[in-house]
């Protein structure tokens, strides 16, 4: 039975961690510290609060005495570390708030773990997991090999320069002072409850109300897509069987163009439409309520600057090692998110009138 202390629990990935852990761990205890910034949703967590096996706590990973006190009280031996600043366009226009969370967060909560875990050998067996993204990498041409666990940080912007930071703090934790840790980078993720303002859930609700959908340059940068379950589970096999000190890349094999990423979301509300007709009625502003293509939406807008081309994942390390490999294909996993926004429409509209807050 482990303890676990999950920050950033209340966002996306988090969130789905905390339900996906819970379901194929019952015993285990899951403290949740989580800031609930602005993509921090209380909500999120509705599942597990109350529940004899979860505790919440609202507060900041920069808050090392605070930290300090929830790994002592309640005996955690595992920590799994998602809380960040995580929007590259945020990054862009305020990259401060990067630098406080990813790095210096970082840094406490390794300092924290230090002090309770390492200090007078005081715990022996812990784990550390730290999240991070494939982003650390840089960018790859069309015919560059895709990123292993070798290729040399090349960050592009604040956002992935700030993980990278974390990353190299995490490393050398481990090397200075012997704390046990994984690190995981992972390819773009999509799934429930992830904040409308990344790709996905951005064209899925504009296609909803018939708001254009916007791509930037011409759409033809290519990520690698992960449904974030499958993101979970190779956390999973990274902290149940991952060698302390290792870093593991955790993907999809799953490239696509920005552009026919948006394209095949468009077909599947074509389709959830033609076939179901309460959603001409619950959604009259889109344009597939008047029978039209939801790709009538799609208009290009001026590229970001240090737009990355192309993200691929070489994720034969947490394959061969630990036998990990994705459960969902890019069919079925889009076909999951489409259907949970459709059934959770009380959900998006609270964070899009902002009441999801109070
Ligand atoms: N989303 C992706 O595609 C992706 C891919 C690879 C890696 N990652 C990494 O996974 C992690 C989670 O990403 P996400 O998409 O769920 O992000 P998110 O923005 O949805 O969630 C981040 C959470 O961290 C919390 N947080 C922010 N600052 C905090 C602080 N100081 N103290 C406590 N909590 C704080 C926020 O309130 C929020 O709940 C991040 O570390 C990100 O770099 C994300």
Redesign the pocket.
Known sequence: MSKLLV????????ANFVHYWHGANPDDTIVA?????Y???KHNLAAALGQPWFTFVK????DQALVEKLLIEHDVDTLVH??????VDRSITGPDAFID?NIV?THTLLKAAKNCWLDDDKKPQHLFHH????EVYGTLGADDPAFSETTPYAPNSPYAAS?AASDHLVRSYHHTFGLRMTTSN????YGPY??PE?LLPLCMLNILSGKSLPIYGDGSQIRDWLFVDDHNRGIERVIKSGRAGETYNIGGHNEWRNIDVVRRLCDLFDDRFANDPSLAARFPDSPCAAGQSASSLITFVTDRPGHDTRYAIDARKVSGELGFEPVETFETGLAKTVDWYLANEPWWRAILDGSYAE
């Open positions: 920050t950033g629990a209340a966002g996306f990935i988090g510290l989580d800031c609930l910034s993509a921090g949703n507060g900041s990973i920069n998602f809380a960040a600043e995580s929007h969370t967060g999240v991070s993204t494939d993980k992972c390819s773009n993720n992830q904040f990344k």
